[in-house]
């Protein structure tokens, strides 16, 4: 047995550490603030430094050498989600049958099972399951459409299970085949911002991508399409190096918003929110205006967590968190939570900076853009920056499916960032 | 004004947008510039999106910063949280709501500086009714009803008071609404209510050249601090929650014969008629119309041989029931109701538009009379019959006349100019009339209003009521060549005009002059 570098490692551990130390001390303030202790406040801690410990000997066995730091980071978020969570009692230990407690646990293992499968040379799987990727999203979006129940203007299978966040990733895998199989179509545009189109691209993209967007037009998921189409003009610009294509599908917005805006009832009502929320105060602009009351109150440095009162925001523990959030932790916690969500997005575009492999290169850049544009588009919506879409915040949000989700993109991302070679 | 700025507000989101736009198109620019190094161009577009997704997370997070660290600047979002915060903690709860002060700074409502929202009253029950009351458990009356936001400070309808809010944002510790000035004058209001003290009735002080209300009493009254359930729910004619100055209608027996005697003037009329001690009967089968002497004589079982030939000025000094009752039905029906519409009768006047609502009045009401109607007109003309008045309507009427026919919108604070409310006669005309009102004080039933050189000008009123004592009134103003302060003055069943309202009348005209008022 050869020796491996003696680097990986030792930073590894280091990075833990210091994810956990600031675990403990977010963790901390809720105990500290709640008052009395309860023995029932070391679940969070206990449970994280299980799921730490775990993934580090994984990672070990495995001899992973991809990015400490993208994993570290979207741990320490992951943990901050908990203890919110915790707080917001939607982790309720002494109910050992709730899913939910068991969302970090899932989503971990997605991810060490992700980066186990594809790490490496197997990173090629993907590229031919990406076609596959397309049918099944398809597949999924039409079960969710025939079976759905509709909740709070999302549709959700049984149990809240809502199987649309896998077609997040399915599609973005798509998108990268798409990109490479019509590399020379996208580089020599025909017109700025408009590939050169031929049957075959004009056939894919029609059963591929806007077959899937009727469904989720018919699902009603406006927030998806925004954030899929968002991620495919990302994709692209950063594919060619051609800004055309940001410009001309900037456009494409703003004309799809103006479309939104005067045909889709349930898009107009968002975009009237956005632009006046005051105008039904009281009705459709109730959560948008709660959520900034709960910033409001937050100030600078926050009530502390656990002694705000988030809960009279709607949806606090999901969709709104960011709120949740401004409150507890104030304003300048939140700068310190955008600092991480920023670094993990800039260790995400260096993995993809440093693919070889154009197709790895279109999926890394996919799979980060994702999930920067919805937090953007999340934080955006609760600061009222941006009209509301419903998206979650990646590893902070309630909600199992968005958790695993994301941690499956956060393993895709690790397996491409690994450059393990079998010996 | 106001529509400007709603134009503006409807483009700001877009505007805003396009500065963020600019701003990072600015710093992608200069990104680009230091872009020589061998970077590959691959490389150099996936930091350029990086760079852009930075900007744009540090546009939203300096947007949070609007709300989370200066919301208070936005005044629709101040008051959304004021109603519908539920945290016991929320800064907005520390805001302290205006003061409402009379003309000359004496604070009528503040905040307990310890308990910001519950209010304090100094006045107690003396102004309980034009200030009105904000109570956690009652709601919101009066003028604290009226300018709600105003006083929270979330209205901002000009750009003095958002510049205003914008200092005290910025100076003040605890943010502070807008403070409301009125036109009332403190002592004058005390003392009104001083000298009702005991009776149920109103009285108003107005300046006639201004319409500014120096005092608007009602009494009995009710202590601001103290709301029970019982006030809700009493007794009707006790109810002290009423502002009868403004809400009482009351038939306004003889003082309205000085608006019979306002439209004969305005004709060039002064007739001299016959009032015979029988009385006058305006139409067949219907009770003649009698003089108070005539039933004087009768209690007294004395004869009474009746005014005789007699003009305006003594008929008003004498308040003639008879000589106006013909006077009313000569002039005619018709000429009588529409003279009433130049006096705003069945309308309501404004004394304060509010920021969430308005303090109003009616001036009046009285029913339409056709041609032919003389019954019913004979009993307007002398203020009986279906007319009825408020107080504020019957001092307005004054005012009218001792502003030589201009009746200016009488107003609660200084914050609109006066403003002129109708024409009600020529100046010549009203000029007379003050004199022959001066010939009431000084020769007739207000004697005891001829308070020494004040030159008071007036007209009492004794009203019959279906039930129980007269309703007594008296109108006045001073001085008479040049008034500048009308009183009118209601006792709810108070007998006698010149016994029962006259004297708080006085009371106050002595105060106004202790006050100032009249010096030169």
């Known amino acids: ?423 | 004004m106001t529509e400007w700025v709603q134009d503006a507000a409807r483009w700001l989101p877009w505007v805003k947008a396009a500065f963020l736009a600019a701003l990072a198109a600015l710093l992608l620019a200069l990104w680009f510039r230091r872009g020589r190094d061998p970077v590959a161009p691959k490389r150099r577009i996936h930091r350029a999106f990086f760079a852009f997704l930075a900007v744009a997370f540090l546009a939203v997070y300096a947007y949070q910063a609007t709300w989370q660290l200066a919301g208070f600047a936005r005044t629709p979002f101040v008051e959304f949280m004021k109603k519908y915060n539920r945290r016991p903690d929320s800064p907005v709860k520390r805001m302290v709501r205006g003061e409402i002060r009379d003309r000359n700074g004496v604070v009528l409502a503040h905040d307990d500086a310890d308990f910001p929202g519950r209010r304090v009253y100094p006045l107690g029950a003396a102004a309980c009714h034009v200030v009105g009351y904000l109570d956690p458990k009652y709601g919101m009356a009066g003028l604290e009803a009226a300018d709600h936001p105003f006083l929270e400070g979330y209205s901002v309808a000009t750009r003095e008071e958002q510049s205003r809010f914008g200092q005290n944002l910025l100076q003040a510790q605890a943010p502070r609404g807008n403070d409301l000035v009125l036109t009332l004058d403190a002592r004058l209001q005390q003392e009104a209510m001083r000298l009702l003290a005991g009776r149920t009735g109103a009285a108003v002080a107005l300046d006639p050249r201004t319409g500014d209300v120096l005092a608007l009493a009602s009494a009995p009254a009710f202590d601001p601090h103290k709301l029970a359930p019982g006030l809700f729910a009493g007794n009707p004619d006790r109810s002290p929650l009423l502002n009868r100055a403004l809400q009482g209608l009351y038939p306004p027996g003889s003082t309205y014969k000085v608006l019979v005697a306002a439209l004969a003037l305005e004709r060039g009329e002064e007739p001299v008629l016959e009032c015979p001690p029988g009385g006058y009967v305006a139409a067949p089968h219907t009770p003649p119309i009698r003089d108070h002497e005539f039933y004087d004589a009768q209690r007294a079982g004395r004869a009474w041989g009746g005014h005789g030939r007699i003009g305006l000025g003594r008929a008003l000094a004498k308040s003639s029931n008879v000589y106006f009752a013909k006077l009313g039905v000569q002039l005619g029906p018709a000429s009588l109701w529409d003279h009433a519409q130049r006096f705003l009768f069945n309308e309501s006047v404004t004394l304060h538009d509010g920021s969430s609502g308005a303090v109003r009045a009616r001036v009046g009401r009285f029913p339409p009379l056709q041609e032919g109607q003389r019954a019913a007109a004979a009993q307007s003309a002398i203020g009986q019959g279906e007319v009825l008045a408020t107080p504020l309507g019957m001092t307005l009427l004054a005012a009218a006349i001792a502003n030589d026919g201009r009746l200016m919108r009488p107003r609660l604070t200084a914050r609109t100019d006066p403003e002129l409310l109708a024409g009600c006669g020529s100046p010549a005309a009203m000029r007379r009339l003050r004199a022959l009102l001066r010939g009431v004080v000084t020769d007739g039933t207000g004697r005891r209003a001829d308070v020494p050189g004040l030159e008071v000008a007036g007209k009492t009123g004794t009203a019959q009521t279906p039930r129980g004592e007269d309703h007594a009134w008296f109108i006045c103003m001073a001085p008479q060549a040049k008034p500048r302060l009308v009183v009118g003055v209601l006792i709810e069943h108070g007998g006698y005009g010149s016994t029962a309202a006259l004297p708080v009348a006085t009371g106050l005209l002595r105060k106004a002059e202790e006050l100032g008022y009249f010096a030169k």
Request: hydrophobic residues 55%; proline residues 5%.
């Open chain 1, 1 to 423: 047995m050869t020796r491996e570098a003696p680097v990986t490692r030792p930073v590894l551990g280091r990075v833990f550490a210091v994810v956990l130390l600031a675990f403990a001390m977010v963790w901390g303030v809720k105990v500290g603030l709640a008052g009395q202790w309860q023995p029932e406040y070391l679940w969070p801690a206990l449970g994280f430094g299980v799921v730490l410990a775990l993934v580090w000997v994984a990672l070990a066995l495995m001899r992973f050498r991809g990015d400490a730091l993208l994993l570290s980071l979207a741990l320490l978020l992951a943990g901050l989600g908990l203890v919110v969570q915790f707080r917001f009692g939607t982790l309720a230990l002494h109910e050992p049958a709730r899913w939910s407690n068991y969302a970090l646990p899932m989503g971990v293992g997605v991810m060490l099972l992700a980066l186990a499968v594809f790490r490496g040379p197997r990173a090629r799987w993907l590229e031919r399951a990406s076609v596959p990727a397309a049918l099944l999203s398809i597949a999924v979006l039409g079960v969710v459409l025939l079976l759905g129940q509709r909740f709070r203007g999302a549709v959700f299978l049984g149990g809240f299970l809502n199987p649309t966040e896998v077609v997040k990733i399915l599609l973005v895998m798509y998108a990268a085949s798409l990109l490479c199989a019509y590399r020379k179509a996208f580089e020599q545009p025909m017109l700025p911002g408009v590939p050169a189109l031929s049957g075959g691209l004009l056939v894919s993209v029609g059963l591929f991508w806007l077959l899937p967007m009727g469904l989720l037009v018919l699902i009603r998921d406006l927030g998806l399409i925004a954030l899929l189409n968002a991620t495919l003009l990302v994709m692209v610009t950063l594919a060619t190096g051609r800004w055309s294509y940001a410009l001309a599908g900037g456009v494409a917005l703003v004309v799809a918003g103006f479309g939104v805006h005067h045909f889709v009832p349930h898009g107009s009502g968002r975009l009237a929110v956005w632009l006046d929320p005051f105008a039904d105060a009281t009705g459709k602009g109730w959560q948008v205006l709660q959520g900034l009351s709960a910033m409001a109150s937050g100030g600078w440095w926050g009530a502390g967590l656990g002694s705000g009162h988030p809960q009279t925001v709607p949806i606090a523990a999901s969709d709104f968190v960011y709120a949740a959030l401004a409150e507890e932790l104030g304003f300048a916690g939140c700068g310190l939570v955008l600092l991480a969500y920023l670094l993990l997005f800039q260790r995400g575009y260096r993995i993809a900076d440093a693919m070889r492999d154009p197709y790895a290169q279109a999926l890394a850049n996919g799979l980060i853009t994702m999930l920067a544009l919805q937090t953007l588009f999340n934080v955006g919506g609760v600061t009222k920056a941006l009209p509301l879409t419903g998206l979650t915040l990646p590893f902070i949000s309630h909600g199992g499916s968005s958790l695993v989700t994301s941690f499956a993109l956060l393993g895709l991302l690790l397996a491409l960032s690994d450059p393990a070679k079998r010996a």
